[in-house]
Structures are given as structure tokens and as C-alpha cells.
């Protein structure tokens, strides 16, 4: 029956001759006596002829068939879908940041730079970094930074013949692209058969060509680098700096500081760990840190104290700016919000419940969707599966057949060094009562699978779009309305 209601609100046609939502007695002013006369219709526009009534409907209807964070869970791994506090929301939009000029001179907005500097402040503490910009808009722009800030580094103490970025294929996509837009060469390396970095091959792929390693922590599939601290011991001796993507950062937030580890640069993701809502495209915020040796290179201009005012400064060695004015004060100020809120204690009670969380779909689901690396896992499991040991279906089947029961897809085929991955990320914020429902959804799933796999290849089944011919909408595109 919902089916069919659905068909039906989108199939028929609403527009009925002769209705009105309002209607004008009379018509005031001709638009002929006020405009020329290229600027006139010469037909009567095609509208629709609805009451009011039928409208509010219409796009309620419409409302409802998005999927929002609000409604329900998102299980979409890398991208940390997790509740954001509304009240962030509501202070970031106060006038007094909403509506600063960006051309403000700094004593018109010493509250602003304070909020700033603060959570500069707050970036270092967790880090155990010695300086932050708040400039990059994004993780992807953060990294750029990074690597620009560490070819600055380099250019200034003579390491201007250092022209490859190291890359372990467990590392976000972004990684590998973020370095070869900057001009470097990419070296790729093999994962060890743990889904770590295989050590053996880094230590080949090292060189007095080696500008930078790029790792994530977490990596990609889930796991941390057991072997950090060697690994940053590797890197230093080839004269290399060490770059962690910092987007996982919501799996060590209280638990581990990056500097501790022999970390040079890293960026962290403010729409991802420290509350800023993320999805739609934005917005979003990188800011990115440094240790003590490479912290003048950053993008200048910086939020600094001085004599108790707050005042934006800039080094000598900077790179230059990476962004006009200063980053998206907006994120910003909802990530200083998320510091400020909580304790060092929460903080880490933060990293324990999204790794409980994300071990607690793995262990249940063992058994009928196995994880890759059968270990513990960080943030986010990653799952696999054997389309010849399921009847056929695939990993985007069983995606499509969780809409049916109400659950956003995880994310499909990523990493890449998974086959036929299904990347599983709960986040801290979902409860044992969600996640039970959602491991239960999994399992009437794998029960079709065995018993009737057709309808987990043909699904979705109760949506407003079924499946389409994913090959021919990627070959053919249609971008009109």
C-alpha cells in the first residue's frame, strides 16, 4: 500500500484546471506600462493550478522522502554522520559572527579572534602540536596545506631536491591526489597482510628523494598503526616529515596525542570530529597543524595574544596564505563549542564509544558478513563479502536492500584494497537499541540472501526511484532538468 501511494504522488499529474491557492480581485498595474516590451511574456506561463492545501502537501510529501540525520542512522563510514548539538548551530549564528564584515579591523572583532585563538589553543592541547591555522575550508584543502607547508619546510633547509610523497594504499584517496597537485611524485606502497603499513616496503620506497609520508590514523580500514612510532622513526632518519590525515581523529580524541607519536603535520576535520554538521557538501573546515620545527612554515596570518589583545601575525618562513580572510569562522566556532563542552574524561569517553560501537556491529555480524581484517577495529568496521558464497548478490545489493528497511547505504567499495567492502562507521552517538536494529537488518538480509536472493538483487523495493542502470547513468549522463 505504501508503494502504491508513493507511485501515485509521483505519477499523477496534481494540476487541475481552475484551482487557486489564492486569488487577485483585479490586476493593479499593467507590467506593459512599467516594462519595455522585450522583457514581456508573449505566451501565459505554464503553471501548475493547485490549492493551497494541495501544495502544503506536495512538498511535505517531498520533505518526508529525504533521508536526514534527524530521522534516523547513518552507518556511513568515513564521513562520520553523528549527531551535531543544535545549540552549536544557534551560537554560531548569532549577529555578532554571522554578520562580521570580513574587512573588520581586529578591534571591532576581538571576541571572534579570541573564540579563535582559543580553539587553536584547544587543537594544540589534543595534539600535543605546537601551532594551528585555522585557514583550509575543507580535509582535502587541509592537506594541501600540509604538503605546501612541508615543501616550504624544505625549501628552507635545503631539501629542495626531496620530490616524492610516499603513500600506503590504506591511506584516503585524497592523499595521493593532494600530493601530485602540488607537483610531487607519488609513491604507492602495499599494505602488510594486517592492513598496516608493511615496513619492509616503506623502508624500500624511502629516499634523500622523500619529502613526505602520508599516513591516516586510523587508516582505511579501520585500524591503527601499531608500529607508529618506528615507522616516524623511519621517515625522520631519511630526512622525511611525517603527515597523518587526521580525519579519523574521532577514534583517538582524548586517547592519543599525533605529536606522541613522531607526527610533523596533520590535519584534522572539524565537520567530522568536533561537531560542525557535515553532508550536503559542506561546510567544512581542516585546520592543520605542525611540531615546533616545521610550525613558522604554516599559512600566514595567524590568530596570536599580544599584551592582552588578540592580533593576526605572520612569519617570515610562511608559505603564504591558503585562503582568503581567515577559514570558515562558522565551523570554527561550532568546533570551540564542542571543546569547550567537554572534559578531557569525555573526550576520551568519545574515541572508547565510537570504538565500542563499531566492534559491536563487527562481532554480532561475524559469522554472515565477516570483517576483512578479522581483528579489533577503530571507528568503523570494514566488512566483505564473496558474491559466489552468496548466491550472486553484491556488496551494492545488499546496500540498495538496507534502504528498504529504513537504514542510509554505509559506504560500498571503499577501501579499495577490500573486495567487495562494505565500510560500517557508527559513530560514538548511536545506542545499543539502534545498532541492534540495524545488525538485525542485516541479518534478515543475509537470511533473503540464502532463501531468496532475488528480492536483495532487485531491491530497493519501496522507494520512489528504483534501481537504475548504474553503467549507462555514469557513460550517459543526464544533466538537464
Given at each position: 500500500?505504501?508503494?502504491?501511494?508513493?507511485?501515485?504522488?509521483?505519477?499523477?499529474?496534481?494540476?487541475?484546471?481552475?484551482?487557486r491557492g489564492?486569488?487577485?480581485?483585479?490586476v493593479?498595474?499593467h507590467?506593459?506600462?512599467y516594462l519595455?516590451?522585450?522583457?514581456?511574456?508573449?505566451q501565459?506561463?505554464?503553471?501548475?493550478?493547485?490549492?493551497e492545501?494541495d501544495?502544503?502537501r506536495?512538498?511535505?510529501?517531498?520533505?518526508?522522502q529525504?533521508?536526514?540525520?534527524?530521522?534516523?542512522?547513518?552507518?556511513?563510514?568515513?564521513c562520520?554522520?553523528?549527531y551535531?548539538?543544535k545549540?552549536?548551530?544557534?551560537l554560531?549564528?548569532?549577529?555578532s559572527f554571522?554578520?562580521?564584515?570580513?574587512?573588520?579591523?581586529?578591534n571591532?572583532?576581538q571576541?571572534?579572534?579570541?573564540?579563535?585563538y582559543?580553539?587553536?589553543?584547544?587543537?594544540?592541547k589534543i595534539?600535543?602540536?605546537?601551532?594551528?591555522?585555522?585557514q583550509?575550508?575543507?580535509?582535502?584543502?587541509?592537506?594541501?596545506?600540509?604538503?605546501?607547508?612541508?615543501?616550504?619546510?624544505?625549501n628552507?633547509?635545503?631539501g629542495?631536491?626531496?620530490?616524492?610523497?610516499?603513500?600506503p594504499?590504506?591511506?584516503?584517496g585524497?592523499?595521493?591526489a593532494?600530493?601530485?597537485?602540488?607537483?610531487?611524485e607519488?609513491?604507492?606502497?602495499k599494505?602488510?597482510?594486517?592492513?598496516?603499513?608493511?615496513?619492509?616496503?616503506l623502508?624500500?620506497?624511502?629516499?634523500e628523494?622523500?619529502?613526505?609520508v602520508?599516513l591516516t590514523?586510523p587508516?582505511?580500514?579501520g585500524?591503527?598503526?601499531p608500529?607508529?612510532?618506528?615507522?616516524?622513526?623511519m621517515v625522520?632518519n631519511?630526512?622525511?616529515?611525517?603527515y597523518?590525515?587526521?580525519?579519523?581523529?574521532?577514534?583517538?580524541i582524548?586517547?592519543?596525542?599525533?605529536a606522541d607519536?613522531?607526527v610533523?603535520i596533520?590535519?584534522?576535520?572539524l565537520?567530522?570530529?568536533f561537531a560542525?554538521?557535515?553532508g550536503?557538501?559542506?561546510p567544512?573546515?581542516?585546520?592543520v597543524?605542525?611540531?615546533?620545527h616545521?610550525?613558522p612554515?604554516l599559512?600566514?596570518?595567524?590568530v596570536?595574544?599580544q599584551?592582552?589583545r588578540?592580533?593576526?601575525?605572520?612569519?617570515?618562513?610562511?608559505?603564504?596564505k591558503?585562503?582568503?580572510?581567515?577559514g570558515n569562522?562558522a565551523?570554527?566556532?561550532?568546533?570551540?563549542?564542542?571543546?569547550?563542552?567537554?572534559?578531557?574524561?569525555?573526550?576520551k569517553e568519545?574515541?572508547?564509544?565510537?570504538?565500542?560501537?563499531?566492534?559491536?556491529?563487527?562481532?554480532?555480524?561475524?559469522?554472515?558478513f565477516?570483517a576483512?581484517f578479522?581483528?579489533?577495529?577503530?571507528?568503523?568496521?570494514?566488512?566483505?563479502?564473496?558474491?559466489a558464497e552468496?548466491n550472486g548478490v553484491?556488496?551494492?545489493?545488499?546496500?540498495?536492500?538496507?534502504?528498504?528497511y529504513?537504514?542510509?547505504?554505509?559506504?560500498?567499495y571503499f577501501?579499495?584494497i577490500?573486495p567487495?567492502?562494505?565500510?560500517i562507521?557508527?559513530t560514538?552517538?548511536?545506542?545499543k537499541?539502534?545498532?541492534?536494529?540495524?545488525v538485525?537488518?542485516?541479518?534478515?538480509?543475509?537470511?533473503?540472501?540464502k532463501?531468496?536472493?532475488?528480492?536483495?538483487?532487485?531491491?530497493?523495493?519501496?522507494?520512489?526511484?528504483?534501481?537504475?542502470?548504474?553503467?549507462?547513468a555514469?557513460?550517459?549522463?543526464?544533466?538537464?532538468?
Amino acid at each position: 500500500m505504501q508503494e502504491i501511494l508513493v507511485q501515485n504522488e509521483l505519477s499523477i499529474e496534481k494540476s487541475r484546471s481552475g484551482r487557486r491557492g489564492i486569488r487577485y480581485a483585479q490586476v493593479h498595474k499593467h507590467a506593459a506600462d512599467y516594462l519595455p516590451d522585450g522583457y514581456l511574456r508573449k505566451q501565459e506561463p505554464h503553471l501548475p493550478e493547485m490549492s493551497e492545501f494541495d501544495t502544503v502537501r506536495h512538498f511535505t510529501r517531498l520533505s518526508q522522502q529525504n533521508y536526514c540525520l534527524d530521522g534516523q542512522f547513518y552507518p556511513l563510514g568515513s564521513c562520520t554522520m553523528k549527531y551535531n548539538p543544535k545549540s552549536y548551530d544557534v551560537l554560531s549564528a548569532l549577529p555578532s559572527f554571522a554578520n562580521a564584515h570580513p574587512f573588520a579591523p581586529e578591534n571591532a572583532v576581538q571576541g571572534t579572534l579570541e573564540i579563535l585563538y582559543n580553539l587553536q589553543e584547544l587543537l594544540k592541547k589534543i595534539t600535543g602540536l605546537s601551532a594551528f591555522t585555522l585557514q583550509p575550508a575543507a580535509g582535502a584543502h587541509g592537506e594541501l596545506t600540509g604538503i605546501l607547508t612541508a615543501r616550504a619546510y624544505h625549501n628552507a633547509t635545503g631539501g629542495q631536491d626531496r620530490t616524492q610523497v610516499i603513500v600506503p594504499d590504506t591511506a584516503h584517496g585524497t592523499n595521493p591526489a593532494t600530493a601530485h597537485m602540488a607537483g610531487y611524485e607519488v609513491i604507492n606502497i602495499k599494505s602488510a597482510p594486517n592492513g598496516c603499513v608493511d615496513k619492509e616496503a616503506l623502508q624500500a620506497a624511502l629516499s634523500e628523494k622523500t619529502a613526505v609520508v602520508m599516513l591516516t590514523v586510523p587508516n582505511t580500514v579501520g585500524l591503527f598503526e601499531p608500529d607508529i612510532r618506528e615507522i616516524a622513526d623511519m621517515v625522520h632518519n631519511a630526512g622525511a616529515l611525517l603527515y597523518m590525515d587526521g580525519a579519523n581523529f574521532n577514534a583517538l580524541i582524548g586517547l592519543a596525542k599525533p605529536a606522541d607519536f613522531g607526527v610533523d603535520i596533520m590535519h584534522l576535520n572539524l565537520h567530522k570530529t568536533f561537531a560542525a554538521p557535515h553532508g550536503g557538501g559542506g561546510p567544512g573546515s581542516g585546520p592543520v597543524g605542525a611540531a615546533a620545527h616545521v610550525a613558522p612554515y604554516l599559512p600566514k596570518p595567524i590568530v596570536t595574544l599580544q599584551d592582552g589583545r588578540y592580533t593576526f601575525t605572520e612569519t617570515a618562513e610562511s608559505l603564504g596564505k591558503m585562503k582568503a580572510f581567515y577559514g570558515n569562522i562558522a565551523v570554527c566556532i561550532r568546533g570551540y563549542c564542542y571543546l569547550r563542552q567537554f572534559d578531557a574524561a569525555t573526550l576520551k569517553e568519545i574515541a572508547e564509544n565510537a570504538i565500542l560501537n563499531a566492534n559491536y556491529i563487527r562481532s554480532l555480524l561475524k559469522g554472515k558478513f565477516n570483517a576483512f581484517f578479522d581483528c579489533n577495529c577503530m571507528h568503523e568496521c570494514v566488512l566483505s563479502i564473496n558474491p559466489a558464497e552468496m548466491n550472486g548478490v553484491h556488496t551494492s545489493d545488499i546496500a540498495k536492500r538496507l534502504l528498504d528497511y529504513g537504514f542510509y547505504a554505509p559506504t560500498i567499495y571503499f577501501p579499495l584494497i577490500v573486495p567487495e567492502a562494505l565500510m560500517i562507521e557508527p559513530t560514538e552517538t548511536e545506542n545499543k537499541e539502534m545498532l541492534d536494529a540495524f545488525v538485525a537488518a542485516m541479518e534478515r538480509i543475509y537470511e533473503e540472501i540464502k532463501t531468496d536472493p532475488q528480492i536483495v538483487k532487485d531491491a530497493p523495493h519501496h522507494h520512489p526511484v528504483k534501481r537504475i542502470d548504474e553503467v549507462s547513468a555514469a557513460r550517459n549522463p543526464n544533466l538537464h532538468w
